[in-house]
C-alpha cells in the first residue's frame, strides 16, 4: 500500500463552503452538549421553581429552629451547657496546674521555688476548705477567682518585664485564687496531687477524669503547634480564661443554675470526696489531726498515721514529676505520627494516667467485701510509696515509664475503701471530722517545699525521701489491716 500523493497541493479535507458541507441541525440541539450554558438551561427546565422554594424553606426553617434551641439554652444558663463549659474548664485548670512547675523554671524560678508554689497551693486550698466561696453552687465567686489565677498566670512574663518581679512570683500569687476555688465543691483541683489516692480534677467522677485528660491532650496538641511552652501555655491559659468567663456568664443569667449542674457533675461522687464546709468549723489547725491520732483506737491509729504518711511521701514529689520527665529523663516519644518532645511526652503519659485512675476508681468503688476494700487500700498506698524510687530508678525508657504512669494511676482503685475507712476511724476518735479534713490537708503542706530543698540537692535525694515516708506509711497500714482482720 503506498500513500497517495497531493493533487495540486491540495488535501483531502472536504471544502467547507464546498456542496459535500453538513449543515449542523437548527435549535437548541446545535449548541455543544457540555456547554455550560446548555446544561444549565436542561436542568433548570426538568425542575418545577416551587420545588426549590419548598426546599430552600426548610433548610432555613431548620437552621432557624437549631439556632433558636442554642439561644434559647445559653440564655436560660441551660444546666447541661453550664456542666459542659464547667467540666472544660476544669479540665484546662487541671492541665495548666500539671504543667506549672515547668513553667516556672521557664520564668527564672528553682526547684525550691517549685517546691513554695506546690506549698502555697495545699496550703490556700486546705485554709480555705473553711470558709464558704459560693460553694453551694449559687455563686460565680470560685470561677471568677479561678480566671483571675489564670490570668496572672498569663501575663506573668508581662509583668516581669513591666515590674522588674520575676515572673514566678505572680505564678506563685495566682495560685492563692485558685487554690480557693478548689476548696470549694464547685470549685477547680488546681492544687498538687496530695491525696495518694485521688483522681483528680474530680476524685471518684470518671467524668471530672475524662476533663482532666481532655485538658491534657489540648496541651499536648498545643506544644506540636506551638513548639514551645511558654507559647502552647499561654495559649491555654488564655483558652481557659475565656471559657470561665463565658461559664460564670452562663451561670449568672439564671437564678440557680449551679444547683443542677452541681448535681449533674458529682451523682457519682461519695460524700466524702468533696465534703462542705461545717458551719461551726473552727480556725485551720493540724492540732485536730493529732487529737485524732491520740484519741482513736490503736486500729484506727494505725489507718490515720499511715494515711497521713503516704499523702506526705506524694506530695513530697508530686510537683516535680514533670521537671524529671521533661529535664532529667528527656522522654521523647511518637504518638499517632505526631512527634512529641519531653513536654508533649509527660502529656502523654499524664493522659494514661487519668485514664487508669477512672478505670482504677470505678472497680475499688464497687468492692463490697471488707477484706477485699482493705487490700485495696493497703496495695494502693503501696503503689503511691513505690511510684518515686521506680521512677527514678527506672532507665530513661519512654515505654518502662508510661507503665509506672499507669500503674500510678491504678492506685486510685482505693479511694473509696480509703474514703470509708478513714470516715470510720475519725469518728472513732475526739475530732470533728471536718476539723481533721483540714488539719491533714494543713499537715501535708510543707511537703512539697521540704522536697524542693531536697530536689535542689539532688532529684534522687526527694525522690528517696519520698519513698522512704511512703514504706513507712504503708507498713502502718499493714498494721492496721492485720489488727482489723484479728478484731473481725
Known sequence: MTDRPDRDGQTDEPDPTGPDRTDPPAGPAASDSTDPEAVADRIAGTVDDADIDETVARVRSDLDETATRVKTALAEGDPRVV???????????????????????????????????????????????????????????????AVAGLVAWLLAPGLAAATGVPGWVWVVLGVVPLGATAATADGT???????????????????????????????????????????????????????????????????????AVHDDRDAAVEPETLPAPSEAATRPSVRP???????????????????????????????????????????????????????????????????????????GRRAESHRRATAALVGGATLAAAFPLLFVGLPPVTAAVAALFGLFGLRAAAAGARDDAVAEAVDRSAADPDDYRTARALAVAPAPLVGGVLYSLDPTVAFGAATTVGVVGVWELRRFARRTATER
Open 189 to 259: 483541683s488546681v492544687a498538687p496531687t496530695t491525696d495518694p489516692f485521688g483522681v483528680a480534677p474530680r476524685a471518684g467522677d470518671w467524668r471530672g477524669a475524662a476533663a482532666g485528660a481532655a485538658g491534657v491532650a489540648v496541651t499536648v496538641a498545643l506544644l506540636g503547634i506551638a513548639g514551645t511552652l511558654g507559647a502552647a501555655l499561654g495559649a491555654l491559659l488564655a483558652l481557659g480564661a475565656v471559657l470561665g468567663l463565658a461559664v460564670a456568664a452562663l451561670r449568672a443569667v439564671d437564678d440557680d443554675p449551679a444547683a
Open 289 to 363: 489531726l493529732f487529737r485524732a491520732i491520740r484519741s482513736a483506737p490503736t486500729t484506727a491509729r494505725s489507718l490515720l498515721v499511715g494515711e497521713t504518711l503516704v499523702g506526705v511521701a506524694v506530695g513530697l514529689v508530686s510537683v516535680f514529676v514533670v521537671l524529671v520527665v521533661t529535664s532529667v529523663l528527656g522522654l521523647r516519644t511518637t504518638l499517632l505520627g505526631l512527634r512529641l518532645g519531653p513536654s508533649g511526652t509527660f502529656g502523654a503519659l499524664v493522659v494514661g494516667e487519668l485514664a487508669l485512675a477512672a478505670a482504677g476508681d470505678a472497680v
Open 83 to 145: 456542666a459542659a463549659g464547667a467540666l472544660g474548664f476544669d479540665g484546662l485548670v487541671y492541665a495548666a496546674s500539671r504543667y506549672a512547675p515547668e513553667y516556672l523554671g521557664v520564668l527564672g524560678g528553682s526547684p525550691l521555688v517549685v517546691g513554695l508554689f506546690g506549698t502555697v497551693a495545699m496550703a490556700t486550698v486546705a485554709v480555705a476548705s473553711g470558709f464558704d466561696f459560693g460553694s453551694d453552687g449559687d455563686s460565680v465567686t470560685p470561677i471568677l477567682a
